[in-house]
């Protein structure tokens, strides 16, 4: 069974720190992984989206890696503000032509000033 | 950008009542999908079309059904709501060409209560 797996849950940073967000999956057969960003009461926007050939990718303080061997992914934000606050949800799609998506169940990030 | 609009940001409905919900893309995408989000499950993809007309059940269909008769146009409909369907419901729309390597757009999402 496909499954993606997030940690920590949730996490408190003061304004400023770094942090890195988990992503642990086993999907078959791999496609690419996608980092959302969900601020509360909207929807999902999308921050990086990595195949498997890319072992890192960068969006502005964000930066996501993949190790594709361990079926790893981390999501790394650097001197954090507030607007960082949010759910950050990792996104696994299987290949072929009925690809399919399976989402982790995000951790919630709160950075306090 | 791409711009998904959803017909209702709150939504308050009565047990057995028919509820529908609309989705709008403005991008020409091929394909659009509904989920619901609910805390402590994440995501679950409950029906999705890649073309007018057409329509995929997703993990969790039961109690759903869609209508996509126009491109930009994506409807969820509840056909008899029950107290277990309230929830937030997101819709979401991507580029058909390239496959799986293109990302989803989603709405601001429906917070939907059955009483």
């Known amino acids: 069974k496909n499954q993606v797996e997030q940690s920590p849950q949730s996490l408190i940073i003061l304004e400023g720190k770094n942090c890195t967000l988990q992503c642990n999956y086993t999907v078959s057969p791999f496609s690419n992984l996608r980092w959302y960003k969900q601020d509360t009461g909207r929807g999902p926007v999308s921050l990086t989206i990595m195949t498997f050939s890319e072992n890192t990718k960068s969006n502005g303080r964000y930066t996501a890696t993949l190790d594709a061997d361990t079926k790893q992914s981390s999501l790394h934000i650097t001197a954090s503000q507030l607007s960082d606050s949010a759910s950050y949800i990792c996104v696994v799609i299987s290949g072929g032509s009925n690809y399919k998506l399976t989402f982790g169940k995000g951790t919630l990030l709160t950075v306090n000033p | 950008d791409v711009k998904v609009t959803q017909s209702s940001r709150y939504l308050v409905k009565r047990t057995g009542e028919k509820v529908f919900l609309e989705c709008v893309q403005d991008?020409?995408?091929?394909?659009m999908f509904w989920y619901r989000q609910d805390p402590g499950l994440g995501l679950r993809l409950i029906y999705f079309s890649y073309d007018v007309k057409m329509k995929e059940k997703g993990d969790i269909p039961e109690g759903y059904s869609v209508s996509r008769e126009k491109k930009e146009r994506f409807s969820l409909i509840l056909e008899s709501a029950s107290t277990n369907q309230t929830s937030m419901y997101l819709c979401a729309s991507s580029q058909g060409a390239g496959g799986s390597n293109q990302p989803q757009h989603f709405g601001d999402g429906t917070r939907l209560s059955i009483l």
């Open positions: 991008m020409d995408h091929e394909n």
